[in-house]
């Protein structure tokens, strides 16, 4: 996105047609309205970069199908050449090359203007020309969504006018008119520069007159001639330059197909001594793109020059629509600027009533309101109060250093207001002006030092991810790498149809997420067909299932206009924590992946598992599956989901767990207090779920869990060291247990049905080292509480205690609790075993049956993160880190 400089904020309306409440579509849903379509449609143009066009930034849909757009803007446009002052025809062959670059360059995007005129050809501080509103005719589908004629009657072209005013629905028409297409462009562009050497505007004639002279030009050999008698401007006309005049009658031409198009115009010999003098535009390159991000830059021969200031306008710097999201976060407000200029007009609901009938059938009633018709008046925004906000700001805070060993936010500002604002809700961090202007800043920087920085990204990100560069950050910490995915965004119509995943697909997207305007538009809808079917035609081996929508909503929403970018992210997502969830047949994965939540249930809150357990409300039973299948996509709506998302892909294939946990917590009192009908009941209507404490509790819980307690066999494989190009994790928060080399002391795999008959998890040998620091000989680490947060519980004989154990353990013999024939004879959980509760409790034993047994009791009476460890004291005798009490002198 371009940088604000000298341009400013704009903002126009329109209405959309209204549709019929009482019809529905071929699917039998209800129609979607025009105003959606628009927003959909609309959302390519923001991709849309040039230097002779505006840029367009954001589109607000309102009440009764009003459409608020904003764009870039300049004040001067080509009305300030006032009738009677003629432009030189050196300015109107710069002013015609200028805008035949920014139609040609709308042609090869597929855009035509359909709407030039003067207050569309804008001028900016040094004279260059900006198109506006070059997408009004695209974004309404040709005209269709709306009830009045997109172009201007005294610059449409003939063959435009010759269709006549016609609407697709309107029922006396067989078809809608055909597209414009460049041509009719380069027809208006040559009635824009007669005004300009006529000294005449034409748009002050009578239109009827205006139109039935237009129609009659057709026998006319010299049309430029024809026009300048009819406007009384001959004699000026004919002091133009023979190359100025002959380029106006190409313009002009009456037939399209004689008349040249603007990519033919731009090589016309009239502009021989002036295309020498603009460069080719080279169009910017991508974050994730595989093109060199600075092959196009050049530094000047003094270096001095990029540091000189000249008034201090950092804000001016950035991207335009990082000053347009800093307005809206300061308070800015699209209605009320257009009801303030009188744009918007509100009236009390009586008057808009068309007409109204008295008790003796007469008819009183009114035309159609004027404030529904279109006003191409575009209002410039203010940045006063923006500007006033962010005046405390120090300039060093627009150019953060980037240092690995501490934190940029504090160097962004010496504000201690803006400090503390890191504490607050995420919420009202969102919403902070400064706070969000540091954070977007930062990382712009880091992203675009992608992937040498990704480190950097990851630290940041665990502190706050910015809305506004959220789409760009996700695809860093899932590491895309540059230039990797090429996916054909036409795979649904190259590909061979797959039947059965087709259904499945159009019946589950018009049911994703389909309060979001965007992802409800026509245009979402053909992005996810797109999208889906790509992942489904690379990934043969998977099949879809129903979630996958879920999935790849969130990041084709910030993703709209990349949809190969969202597909990379959702292609590196599933591996990642849904590894083999999208098999035929994934009953086992799915089995296995349920027995672990069970114990992950067990492990933090053992009370709540031992109710669930005792109702038979086990994760089979529930949509809590359903809940891991879509990583909680279809569950909570997206602007919950991306708070949940930024710090799930901050952790490993386990922390989906460890937000499951939170959930069923915050729900602990009610499941707690009901029976099996109850909770299921409660699963299908799931309660408002308060997103930041989940996350918050979820990163606790997380800490609290050995890394391999969540080990599944079916996780994703492990990665060949140094593949990644990255280097390693970013820590142990980010580091997954599959992806750790196997050695003697890892876990072993499980099968299912064993997995089953446990209730606490296994925790591997070489965990239990690392928690309880053997390596060096110390004592156990200690929680805030002063208790161990690991303590081993080793349930052999004293006599084998007493020839080695791990250091820092206790010894509670099982047969202290155990009869022979396994029959409970003493509560576990009593005398020294109660000090340690709220510590990870690891029982140790030569069988791992017994340490099984004895785990299982210490759950049924509420002792809370016990575990096992797997192989028993077996794979610890080889370490040499047992060690063995000194005799008694």
């Known amino acids: ?221 010299d049309i430029v001639t024809v026009f300048a008698e009819e406007h009384g401007c001959l004699d000026t006309i004919k002091e133009l330059p023979e190359n100025v005049l002959d380029f106006l009658r190409k313009c002009l031409t009456f037939l399209p197909s004689k008349r040249p198009t603007p990519a033919e115009l731009l090589g016309d010999p009239v502009f021989g001594g002036i295309s020498c003098q603009y460069r080719p535009f080279q169009r910017p390159v991508s974050l994730f793109s595989s093109s060199l991000r600075c092959a196009s830059l050049e530094l000047p021969e003094d270096i001095s020059d990029l540091c000189k200031d000249d ?231 998977l099949v879809y299932w129903q979630g996958l929508d879920s999935l790849c909503a969130p990041f084709l929403y910030l993703n709209f206009n990349n949809e190969a970018l969202a597909y990379a992210c959702m292609s590196a997502f599933i591996p990642k924590y849904l590894y083999n969830f999208f098999l035929k047949d994934n009953s086992h994965v799915i089995q296995e992946y349920l027995t672990v939540f069970s114990q992950m249930i067990a492990f933090h809150d053992p009370e709540l598992s031992n109710h669930l357990n005792e109702i038979g409300f086990i994760p089979d039973f529930t949509n809590l599956f359903f809940f891991f299948l879509v990583c909680y996509a279809d569950v909570f709506p997206l602007h919950k989901i991306f708070h949940l998302w930024d710090t799930l892909l901050l952790g490993n294939s386990s922390f989906p767990f460890c937000i499951g946990v939170a959930i069923l917590q915050q729900l602990r009192d009610r499941l707690l207090a009901n029976g099996f009908n109850e909770c299921i009941l409660l699963f299908s209507d799931l309660p408002e779920i308060d997103i930041e404490r989940c996350v918050r509790e979820s990163v606790i819980l997380f800490r609290w869990t050995p890394r391999s307690a969540t080990y599944r066999q079916h996780a994703q494989l492990p990665k060949p060291t140094g593949d990644n190009g990255f280097g390693k994790p970013a820590s142990y928060f980010s580091s997954d247990y599959q992806d750790m080399p196997k050695t003697d002391l890892s876990r072993e795999p499980l099968a299912l049905c064993d997995l089953k008959a446990e209730a606490s998890p296994r925790i591997s040998a070489e965990d239990l080292i690392d928690l309880c620091e053997l390596s060096q000989a110390g004592l156990p680490k200690r929680n805030k509480s002063g208790k161990p947060k690991i303590v081993a519980v080793d349930i052999r004989s004293s006599e084998d205690f007493s020839r080695g154990h791990v250091s820092g353990s206790i010894n509670v013999p099982f047969s202290s609790v155990f009869n022979p024939d396994g029959e409970l004879v003493q509560c576990p959980a009593t005398g020294a075993l109660h000090t340690y509760k709220g510590s990870v409790i690891v029982v140790i034993s030569h069988a791992v049956k017994s340490a099984i047994i004895f785990a299982s009791q210490l759950v049924k009476v509420n002792f809370p993160r016990v575990c096992v460890l797997d192989g028993g004291i077996n794979k610890l005798k080889l370490t040499g880190l047992l060690t063995v009490p000194s005799p008694q002198i």
Request: aromatic residues 8%.
């Open 1 to 221: 996105m371009r940088p604000l400089k000298d341009a400013k904020l704009g903002a126009f309306t329109f209405f959309a047609s209204a549709l019929p409440h009482d019809v529905c579509g071929s699917n039998g849903l209800p129609l979607t309205p025009n105003s959606i379509k628009i927003l959909g449609r609309f959302q390519i143009l923001k991709n849309i970069t040039h230097p002779r066009l505006c840029q367009y930034i954001d589109i607000s849909r309102g009440k009764h199908e009003r459409l608020i757009v904003v764009a870039e803007h300049y004040e001067r446009n080509l009305n300030d050449f006032k009738q009677g002052q003629r432009a030189s025809p050196e300015k109107v062959l710069q002013i015609a090359y200028e805008v035949l670059e920014g139609l040609e360059f709308m042609n090869r995007h597929g855009l035509v203007h359909r709407a030039l005129s003067p207050n569309n050809v804008l001028l900016d501080c040094k004279g260059n020309v900006k198109l506006a509103k070059f997408g009004l005719y695209h974004m309404t589908d040709h005209g269709a969504d709306v009830d009045f004629p997109i172009g201007y009657p005294s610059y449409l072209a003939p063959e435009v006018i010759a269709q006549g005013s016609s609407h697709p629905s309107d029922p006396s028409h067989d078809e809608a008119p055909h597209p414009s297409g460049p041509k009719t462009d380069v027809w208006s562009l040559g009635v824009l520069l007669f005004e300009l050497c006529g000294r005449r505007l034409l748009q002050n004639i009578d239109i009827s007159e205006r139109l039935k002279f237009i129609l009659t030009l057709g026998c006319m050999d």
């Open 311 to 541: 008034d201090g306008d950092y804000l001016a710097e950035r991207g335009i629509d990082e000053v347009y999201h800093l307005w809206c976060l300061a308070g800015g407000d699209l209605e009320k600027e257009l009801t303030n200029k009188e744009i918007i007009q509100s009236k009390p609901p009586i008057c808009t009533l068309p007409n109204f009938v008295v008790e003796d059938g007469e008819s009183f009633g009114q035309g159609r309101d004027r404030s529904f018709l279109l006003d191409d008046t575009t209002v410039t925004l203010s940045l006063c109060q923006l500007r006033n906000r962010l005046k405390d700001v120090a300039g060093e805070a627009y150019y953060p250093l980037l240092e690995d060993e501490q934190s940029t936010l504090s160097q962004s500002s010496s504000s201690n207001e803006l400090s503390s604002t890191v504490t607050l809700p995420l919420i009202i961090r969102e919403r902070d002006t400064e706070y969000q202007l540091i954070r977007i800043i930062l990382f712009d920087r880091l992203l675009k030092a992608y992937p040498y920085k990704k480190n950097l990204v990851w630290k940041e990100a665990r502190l706050d991810v910015p809305p506004l560069v959220r789409g760009l950050a996700w695809a860093a910490l899932l590491g895309i790498e540059v230039g990797t995915f090429r996916p054909s965004t036409t795979a649904s119509t190259r590909t061979p149809p797959f039947p059965l995943t087709d259904r499945w697909i159009e019946v589950d997207i018009p049911r994703c997420h389909q309060y979001d305007e965007l992802l409800s538009s026509p245009e979402g809808h053909t992005k996810f067909r797109r999208v889906l079917k790509a992942w489904v035609v690379s990934h043969p081996d």
